[in-house]
């Protein structure tokens, strides 16, 4: 029903603005103009933030690793993207401490790297805890885990992160759009579309991916937001553009946690970059790679598998080395690297290439094409694309509302106050990593207040959706009326981050699995099941060829 209406209301109405891409930089579009007001529609071929925008390390960071290569007009940027973020998500977005050891032979003594590290904590105006100097022994004694045979010492700074999953702090930007009148759609593609010279119209034509209709959607302005496939759809709406993207795939193994400590085990990896086991509830997310890729479709290769694997097992001591078995998910996406087009494409030191963002603007064709970026700076990007909108002739009127950031401390304070009438916390599992309470108010906002109403009502809504999820079944049901679920994979791995903390063997296995699926979907369960399972064979085959 919901879907059917948003797909009536963005074919019949004629938008002000249509955003093609639910990513990062879409979503933060999207919510940004239904901010000032302007009637806007937001479409994505598949689930929002189905492509790289779930696959990143989850840090919101000032780009300390362009201290060394004297950035440091892009640096004081990021900190500053980052302490905006930080105080406008307080509790999506925290400060995490990053534990580093040097290994003997490494480029800079600690001494070097700690001053960078100062430095670095000066330019983002000492938001955070400041940077120490680790000897060897602090290090042995504070992170045992972490092999010291050749460690010169180390430094711990703080940098901040995202402790939940990356494609639900997307979602919530076009949720919280979608109350201020904005359409949103997943599982619609743009097939590309034309400006109509009379009316002054783009007339998009589009797919629901669902059930294979096609529709058109009228629009002023277009905003393409499509990551990696920002040229492609370009090309569809015949538009050239001074930039264009190049790309670098980055893939994560999920594990269990391999320290108790929350914190960021940071190192340098063989290739001499910055490689991270990062927490995430109950496990630990190591990586990352940098690879150039020639197209966007990517897939974890063995190569990586072992890259990562092995570089972390040279770091780290554990009880045993990890191995393939120890893989509870992986995570795979293709950084979208900005390039000018007559750029010449042989690009000699890779890694070292710029991450900063470009928005191209076309004000006689009124499209806006956003080329690469960070989740960190995503704020920039929403308040850019604003008034690139206005420079292509769309009236904003001034002192809208803020678009962005969470309720206050007041409205947070009389929320945990309900949830401990109802008890709520007291059915936390024990070896959840996390009280339910913290993470409901962090996942829906304002809107756990419904959700702590529906458990009121019906309290086995609190237990436990699927064992060692840490999600519950009042979830399932939030999701099913109000967060446009289409496949059990949107709501287990985008709106929730069940399947990275179980495995895909054992959530087929789990008949808490397919109870969820029930209530996700009631009479369409089976087919949503079907389709469930023949996906995950179909990666299976794809990571085999
Ligand atoms: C391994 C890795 C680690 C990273 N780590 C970090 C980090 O720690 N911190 C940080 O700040 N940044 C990080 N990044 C960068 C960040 O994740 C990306 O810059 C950001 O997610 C890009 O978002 P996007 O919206 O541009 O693209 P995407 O997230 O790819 O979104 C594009 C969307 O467009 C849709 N689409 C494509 N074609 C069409 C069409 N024809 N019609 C409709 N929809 C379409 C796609 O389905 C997709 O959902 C990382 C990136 C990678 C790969």
Redesign the pocket.
Known sequence: MQRDEQLKKITEESLDVLV???????AVSFAALAGQGLKVGL????D??????M???????GGIKYMESYEFGLVRKLCMSRNQLMSAYPTNIRELRFFTNLDRGFRFPAIMLYMGAFLYWLIGNCCTGPPRLLTTSKIRDEEPVVKTDKSIGGIEYSDAYLPEN?ARFVFQFIRSAMDRNGIALNY???LGGERDQDSGLWRVKVRDQICGNHHEIKAKVLVN?????VD??NK?LAQNTKHQHVFSK???LIVKRITPHERVLTFFADDGRLFFAIPMGKRTVI??TDTQVPKPETHVTPEDRSFVLNNINKRVELEEPLTESDIIAERC????LVVERQQDKTITDWVKMSRKHEIDVDTNQKTIS?F??????CLNIGEEVVEFVRECGVKIHENTSIWYGEPGKNEHDRFLQKAAKIRLDDFTPPDASEQSSSRLWRRYGSKAFDLLDQIESNPELKEELIPGSECLKVEATHARDHEMVVHLEDFLRRRTKISMMISQKNLEENPATKEACQILFGDHSVDRWTSFIESSQVQKDVALN
């Open positions: 093609i891409g639910g990513g990062i930089n879409g479409i994505d071929r598949k929002f933030a189905s492509e790289t925008s696959h990143s390390s989850n840090l919101v960071w990356d619609v593609e743009s937001a499509c990551g990696p496939f492609f759809q569809a980055g893939i994560h990586g990352t996406g293709v950084r979208p956003i690469g970026g960070k989740l960190t700076d």
